[in-house]
Nanobody
Framework: QVQLVESGGGLVQTGGSLRLSCAAS????????MGWFRQAPGKEREFVAA????????YYGDSVKGRFTFSRDNAKNMVYLQMNSLKPEDTAVYYC??????????????????????WGPGTQVTVSS
């Protein structure tokens, strides 16, 4: 079992920055691929970014490439999403997710919700224009 808790959301102006954090409980954290998804009101949950268990490979959705950076610290069971140049369309609830690299998560499905076993409760990010 893995429990995930996000933090760092808030209100920021267009062009500003935020860093989201996700703390994971449980063992063998490095055996989990991690992902960030977001969901705006009335919209489908959207893939934002993913990172491999070692942190050596990160993937990004087209809408955030070049602005967001996903990193992880396996010694602390933490992942981070640095969000720069924020836009009003980035407003959403952001969810952290973990997928077992033995059973679910892979380089072929990291952008799909099915790649992940565990989800956090989410943190709200609001970007004002």
């Amino acid at each position: 079992q893995v429990q995930l808790v996000e933090s760092g959301g808030g209100l920021v102006q267009t062009g500003g920055s935020l860093r989201l954090s996700c703390a994971a409980s449980g063992r063998s954290f490095s055996s989990y691929g991690m992902g960030w998804f977001r969901q705006a009101p009335g919209k489908e949950r959207e893939f934002v970014a993913a990172i491999s268990g070692s942190g050596g490979t990160a993937y990004y959705g087209d809408s955030v490439k070049g602005r967001f950076t996903f990193s992880r610290d396996n010694a602390k069971n933490m992942v981070y999403l640095q969000m720069n140049s924020l836009k009003p369309e980035d407003t959403a609830v952001y969810y952290c997710a973990a997928g077992s690299m033995y059973l679910r998560y892979s380089s072929r499905n990291y952008s799909k919700r099915d790649a992940y076993d565990y989800w956090g409760p989410g943190t709200q990010v609001t970007v004002s224009s």
